[in-house]
Every structure is written in structure tokens, then in C-alpha cells.
């Protein structure tokens, strides 16, 4: 109490100032005045500039729920696309389904052979010979081995090694990874990663006669065992002619943007396993 009033004594006429300044400050505001109007005007130009940089605060630490949000969103867009492309044609068939009262009309029974899972990159690398990317999903949120990954714009590469809560993946940059592609013509190749620049990717086994355009879109095509098929790979930015084999090298833009990966989808082809047990079964009868 004592301190206290050793402050008052010592800082009264600097108190006493500003006192009288609130005062007149309140009183000046409370009439119409031009020097109230002012002061209106200044006080809420100071308290949305205080609002706003408040705002920017709260909206840029709920980035990433927003993120995770959207990416549930795009995962729940992309499987009904999924489940609309896909169609049961078994005509032999019977299927039960309620329908309205002079509904006359054949149904065709939909599946989706693809299933999307979200997850986030928390690892990766873009400069060794086979480079890993590591996710923060794992069996138990149903990822397993060879699984597609893709980004919003294209492949990402395949699941190799999972555990409980994670999942490391072997990217489309490393030279043992393989991607069965198709030009929008309709030329097929292999795109592999030659080890470059982690923006360029390299469509070999294409015939010298197909013609190759700067710009052409080049997809994964319908053979490969992992990857959906019509997902962007990237787009042609020149080609080479071969002349031992006949054939021509096409260099693309990698539709990923493999530095700043944030987030990824993993695709399940729920009917791989059954392919490639009949294709093995058939290997080994030849």
C-alpha cells in the first residue's frame, strides 16, 4: 500500500494528464462533431485492423484441419467418380433392389474397384537413386504393400514397406520403380525415372512412327496391375529419336510436384490379387 502510494505522488500529474485526456476524448465522441466523427471513425478503423490480423492468425492455425478436411472430401469425391466409371456387365446376374411402383427399367448393378485413402506426407526425398516417402497411415488405417499413391495431379508411386501407424513408399523417382503409361493417342510405353531432375520423367518403348506433340498428356493406361488407369503421369516437353531399336524417348513434366508433396491418396485395387493369381496360375502352365 505504501509503494502504491509512492507511485500515485510520483506519477500524479502524468495520471491526472491522461485521465483528463480520456475525458475529453469521450466527451468530444459522444457529440456530432467533426472531431467526434473523427474519432469514431479512427477507433473503428483500429479495432478491424485488430479483427482482421486476429482472423489471419485463427485461419492460419486451422490450415490444417482445413487441409485434412478437404482431403476427406476429395477422398469421398474421387471414390464415387470410381463407382460411377465402374460397372458390373454380368447379365447372368440376379439382384434384388426396391424399386417405385412402375419402375419397368433394367438395373445394372455399380462397384467400385477402387478405394481412396488420405493420407500425409511426413517424409520425403527427391535426390537419391530410389527415393522413399514416408505417410502417417498404416495397416491399421488399411493401407498394405503395393498399393497405388497419388497426389491431386498425378502419381505418386507405390506402397513398399507398412506398419501399424506408417507406410514408406516407393516413389515413381527410383530406378526400380515402373509406370505402364499411355499417350493420349493411344501409344503405349514404360515411364521410368532416369535419375535427373525430379521434374522430368522419361516414356520409353515408343515407336518412332507414333507422333509425339510438345504438350501431349500422358496417362497411366489400363495394363498396369497397381495404378487406376487415365491418371495423369505428365505432359511431353520433347522427344528423342533411338535409331538402334527404332524406337523414341519421350521426356515429361511430372504432373506431382514431387518437393512440395503435402498429401497423398492411396488406391486399393480390390480386384488385384484375383489378376495376378490368374496370371501367375497361367505363367506357370506355359
Known amino acids: 500500500m505504501r509503494n502504491f502510494i509512492f507511485f500515485i505522488r510520483r506519477f500524479f500529474n502524468l495520471l491526472l494528464f491522461l485521465a483528463l485526456e480520456v475525458v475529453c476524448i469521450v466527451m468530444i465522441q459522444r457529440t456530432e462533431t467533426m472531431q467526434g466523427n473523427d474519432i469514431v471513425s479512427s477507433a473503428n478503423a483500429v479495432s478491424g485492423l485488430v479483427y482482421k490480423k486476429q482472423n489471419d492468425v485463427v485461419y492460419y492455425f486451422g490450415l490444417r484441419k482445413m487441409n485434412d478436411s478437404l482431403q476427406n472430401e476429395n477422398a469421398r469425391l474421387r471414390q464415387l467418380v470410381e463407382q460411377y466409371k465402374s460397372l458390373d456387365t454380368l447379365s447372368d446376374s440376379m439382384v434384388f433392389s426396391k424399386t417405385q411402383i412402375g419402375d419397368t427399367a433394367k438395373h445394372i448393378v455399380r462397384f467400385s474397384e477402387y478405394v481412396y485413402r488420405n493420407a500425409r ?89 507414333v507422333n509425339v506433340k510438345k504438350g501431349d498428356s500422358v496417362f497411366t493406361s489400363n495394363y498396369s496391375l497397381y495404378f487406376p488407369p487415365d491418371v495423369l503421369i505428365g505432359t511431353v516437353i520433347k522427344t528423342e529419336q533411338v535409331k538402334k531399336n527404332a524406337m523414341q524417348h519421350i521426356y515429361i513434366r511430372s504432373s506431382t510436384d514431387f518437393y512440395n508433396l503435402q498429401y497423398v491418396y492411396v488406391v486399393e485395387n480390390k480386384m488385384s490379387e484375383e489378376k495376378k493369381q490368374l496370371e501367375d496360375s497361367s505363367a506357370k502352365k506355359q
Open 121 to 209: 506426407v511426413i517424409n520425403n526425398s527427391t535426390n537419391a537413386t530410389d527415393n522413399y516417402i514416408t505417410i502417417n497411415r498404416g495397416t491399421a488405417h488399411g493401407i498394405y504393400k503395393n498399393m497405388a499413391v497419388l497426389s491431386g495431379t498425378g502419381v505418386v508411386g507405390r506402397v513398399e514397406h507398412v506398419s501399424r501407424n506408417f507406410a514408406s513408399i516407393l516413389s515413381v523417382l527410383s530406378a526400380k520403380q515402373r509406370v505402364s503409361a499411355r499417350l493420349k493417342n493411344g501409344a503405349y510405353g514404360l515411364v521410368i525415372w532416369e535419375g535427373n531432375s525430379h521434374k522430368v520423367l522419361t516414356m520409353i518403348d515408343v515407336p518412332q512412327q
